[in-house]
């Protein structure tokens, strides 16, 4: 571990941009989840007669859940295209 502000500085920016990568797109994949899972919980209870909403629901689920895949995808490809390199010059 290296005791350099500038080093720890660059390093805090690096992991601030990585965790920064694809919120909208985890946001976006929270809330589908969540509404797809009452759409399911409604189409359950309160709309049997009608299964065609319980299977958007279930649409709506994996549309969430895709975004997150994405997103998690996304970010290890650029991590792993730009790993972090304490001597790199300032940029």
Known sequence: MTDDPAVLERKVAYLDRIRAMGQRERTTGLFASLVG????????????????ALWAGVAVVAIGWGL?????ARRML?????PFDP????G
Do not use: D, G, K, T
Request: no cysteine; aromatic share 10%; charged share 15%.
């Open 78 to 82: 650029w991590i792993r295209a730009h």
């Open 68 to 72: 997150f895949i994405l997103s998690v």
């Open 37 to 52: 899972v009452l759409i399911i919980v409604i189409a359950r209870f309160r709309l049997p007669e009608m299964p065609l």
């Open 87 to 90: 001597n790199a010059p300032n």
